[in-house]
């Protein structure tokens, strides 16, 4: 027992060793979770009657282990709220994700009571892809712990997730930490010198094959020339004052100096970070907004130029309002709020995009239905918890000149078909908008940063991204960053990025391994249910 318990801590500590933003240790997601394999492994051939408990149990624990301590700076965002609502809410992104990878373990150990070994491993890396993609898009979503986004910093060795997206990361990892489980497994169990050498060669050929073809396609990879000059600002204004402290029009200002510090006469992207325009601005009424106002006149030196710019905007409705439209109090009026990428340029142009991915609790209350009596505590966490409103699709917001951009809000960045889905409808860059100040000076900011690197890489475009306080910079089509600020630093940079209109093979058919996968585990989970009903009835 143990035994177990200390293997499955080492696994949570390789991961967690492996995971980004750690350096020269990425080759630890190989064997990080053979120490986890082993533990199962031991449950299953043992004597104990309680067999499942033990395994969901052993599993949870590394699983918490590499999560908690993989994202410890979820707390930070948090405690300004006290430590008595900060640690219980900081729990739930802490344990849910290990609850779920602990489920896919324990119906790994339930396939195996109606297969075999070699069966049940395949099914486990269907029931993990399977948890993967239903924490990407439930209500309760948070895909950070995709095992595919652990090449974030060693983006060289997975160039094919144009491809794949991550999901094709989190097979290849399984796929080698398997078979290294089972040549270890074939000592103690004194199997063929055959079968043992079989499986080093298919060790080697499955760590080989990738790494050489991703190498080869990196340092192979060229651009297309297609130019545009893009000017990214970072105002580095403390996210815990923007909201009022400091009159907007004075941040516009800052904004707009920066802008100025680096702009040419043929920029035309000024991209600035997530709700710059802190003020609720009505979106029907906004070309007479006097921020709006403030930032246009600021282009008259820019006459090809637009802003890209995050907004805190607002749309009231009389009659057939939205499901999440709010009433206002006094009125029959009723009210949408949005975290909101927008367009400014010289002219009377203006084109929307809000935010869809929500952060659940701060943005958004999950299963709101249900979970309505929750609504005042999570209000704690900003205020605005089931105020805010998305859109269906994602959006493309296009420059006067034809040139589109895909806008993308802060925690979005980490949805890859998302963002596929924003290139495969006409996007020729990525803009990332952001606000990482939340996280204060922790891996948080850095990991966020680096995910963005493998949505280079799926969609084949440069990224731009403005932070307001965490680290904004310039991401080309291979996933290198070219150009970054220091964090909490007021900046600006410039950069000629090459646009793309090509579609890569990820772009055009997005999550369809997950998709594949998951359907698989479905029919593995029927398989469980029908033999546990099966020997219900023999009983």
């Not at 991703?214 to 909201?243: G, H």
Request: glycine content about 6%.
């Amino acid at each position: 027992m143990k035994k177990n318990i200390l293997l499955s801590i080492f696994s949570g500590l390789l991961l967690w060793l492996a995971w980004p933003p750690m350096h020269y240790t990425t080759i630890f997601l190989f064997i990080g979770l053979v120490p986890m394999l082993l533990a199962i492994e031991n449950i299953i051939q043992s004597t104990s009657n309680r067999k499942g408990k033990l395994i969901f149990g052993t599993a949870f624990l590394g699983f918490f282990i590499w999560n908690s301590l993989s994202i410890y700076w979820v707390y930070n965002s948090l405690k300004i709220v006290g430590e008595l609502v900060a640690i219980p809410i900081t729990l739930i992104p802490y344990s849910l994700g290990p609850l779920l990878m602990a489920t896919a373990c324990w119906l790994y150990y339930r396939f195996r009571l109606i297969t075999n070994r070699n069966k049940g491993l395949i099914a486990l890396v269907c029931f993990w892809i399977g948890y993967e993609y239903l924490h990407q898009t439930w209500e309760l979503s948070f895909p950070w712990m995709t095992l595919g986004n652990g090449f974030a910093v060693t983006h060289q060795w997975v160039q094919w997730y144009e491809y794949t997206g991550v999901y094709g990361g989190t097979i290849w990892i399984w796929a080698i930490n398997i078979l290294l489980f089972l040549i270890y497994i074939g000592f103690r169990e004194a199997q063929t010198k055959q079968t043992r050498q079989k499986l080093i060669i298919a060790a080697v050929t499955v760590i080989v094959l990738p790494l050489s073809f991703s190498l080869y396609k990196y340092y192979n990879y060229t651009e297309q020339a297609d130019p545009s000059n893009v000017v990214v600002v970072q105002p580095n204004i403390d996210p815990y004052f923007k909201m009022g402290d400091i009159p907007v029009s004075q941040q516009i200002q800052t904004l707009t100096h920066l802008s100025d510090s680096v702009g040419q006469v043929n920029t035309e992207f000024f991209i600035w970070p997530e709700t710059a325009i802190a003020d609720p601005v009505n979106e029907d009424r906004i070309r007479t907004s006097p921020y709006f106002l403030q930032a246009q006149q600021f282009l008259n030196k820019y006459k090809n130029g637009t802003i890209i710019t995050g907004a805190e905007t607002q749309k009231y409705f009389n009659t057939d309002k939205t499901e999440t439209a709010s009433p206002i109090a006094g009125t029959n009026e009723y009210v949408d709020n949005y975290n909101t990428a927008l367009t400014i340029e010289n002219s009377a142009e203006v084109h929307f995009y809000h935010k869809s991915k929500l952060v659940p609790g701060a943005e958004a209350l999950p299963f709101s239905h249900t979970l309505a009596f929750l609504k005042p505590v999570f209000e704690h966490l900003g205020g605005a918890t089931g105020s805010y409103a998305g859109q269906e699709n994602p959006g493309v917001l296009y420059a006067q000149s034809g040139i589109g951009a895909a806008p993308v809000i802060c925690y979005e960045s980490i949805w890859g078909e998302w963002v596929a889905r924003s290139v495969r409808s006409g996007a020729q860059f990525i803009a990332i908008i952001t606000n990482d100040g939340w996280w204060e000076n922790t891996s948080g900011k850095d990991q966020h940063l680096d995910y963005a690197k493998l949505r280079a890489i799926e969609t084949r475009r440069w990224v731009c991204r403005s932070a307001n306080t965490g680290i904004s910079a310039f991401i080309n089509q291979r996933g290198d960053i070219v150009q970054q600020t220091k964090w909490w630093t007021k900046a600006a940079i410039k950069q000629d990025i090459n646009l793309n209109s090509d579609l890569t093979f990820y772009v055009t058919y997005g999550d369809y391994l997950p998709k594949i996968t998951s359907f698989l585990a479905l029919l593995g989970i029927i398989g469980i249910l029908v033999r546990v009903r099966f020997k219900r009835k023999e009983k």
